[in-house]
T-cell receptor, first 117, second 110 residues
């Protein structure tokens, strides 16, 4: 079946511009996650959605970052007034709902490589 | 918040067993440990998950001692295709604390 898809795959933008990154989760996956991976670095957790709700937004790096999810499916991560330090690969993952038997397996998309010039 | 640390890199040869250890000294009661594999230009892929003791699946084993302050991913008889970056993740299962280690770059040589 179709996996997690992300668009665009690459985005080059000028410093100060806004960008919007999109994630299409696996059908039926109600949980969705965003991560940031800077060049040669590990994964930094940004935000988690259960359905359309994000219970904790404290992982977002600054107030220039926002995320939303509508209809329990597609999610967008928006970065306003981009800075050079925002350059990274932004990864999205989806999973079945979190329950009591441990975290569900996350399925990752290929990522969006963002370059801020 | 559980800080996770891993060796930056490891080398091995085909057919050998590889053990990668992740340190998570501040792990909390509700935290689970998961390992992911990542190839270049791809998203990470789930390998194995555990809470305590030993877990084994068709590709790997995960050893977690009683104090749970570390975990060891064991890959039996590696091949060239196992060359990748391996990440440990400490996850509180509440969706608000997911901490990845910095990743271990495994190079398998012929």
């Amino acid at each position: 079946g179709a996996g997690v898809s992300q668009s665009p795959s690459n985005k080059v933008t000028e410093k100060g511009k806004d960008v919007e990154l999109r994630c299409d989760p696996i059908s039926g996956h109600t949980a969705l996650y965003w991560y940031r991976q800077s060049l040669g670095q590990g994964l930094e957790f940004l935000i988690y959605f259960q359905g359309n709700s994000a219970p904790d937004k404290s992982g977002l790096p600054s107030d220039r970052f926002s995320a939303e999810r509508t209809g329990g499916s597609v999610s967008t991560l928006t970065i306003q007034r981009t800075q050079q330090e925002d350059s990274a690969v932004y990864l999205c993952a989806s999973s079945l709902p979190r329950g009591t038997s441990g975290p569900p397996k996350q399925y990752f998309g290929p990522g969006t490589r963002l370059t801020v010039t | 918040l559980a800080k996770t640390t891993q060796p930056i890199s490891m080398d091995s040869y085909e057919g050998q067993e590889v053990n990668i250890t992740c340190s998570h000294n501040n792990i909390a009661t509700n935290d689970y440990i998961t390992w992911y594999q990542q190839f270049p230009s791809q998203g990470p892929r789930f390998i194995i998950q555990g809470y305590k003791t030993k877990v084994t699946n068709e590709v790997a084993s995960l050893f977690i001692p009683a104090d749970r302050k570390s975990s060891t991913l064991s890959l039996p008889r590696v091949s060239l295709s196992d060359t990748a970056v391996y990440y440990c993740l400490v996850d509180n299962n509440a969706g608000n604390m997911l901490t990845f280690g910095g990743g271990t770059r495994l190079m398998v040589k012929p």
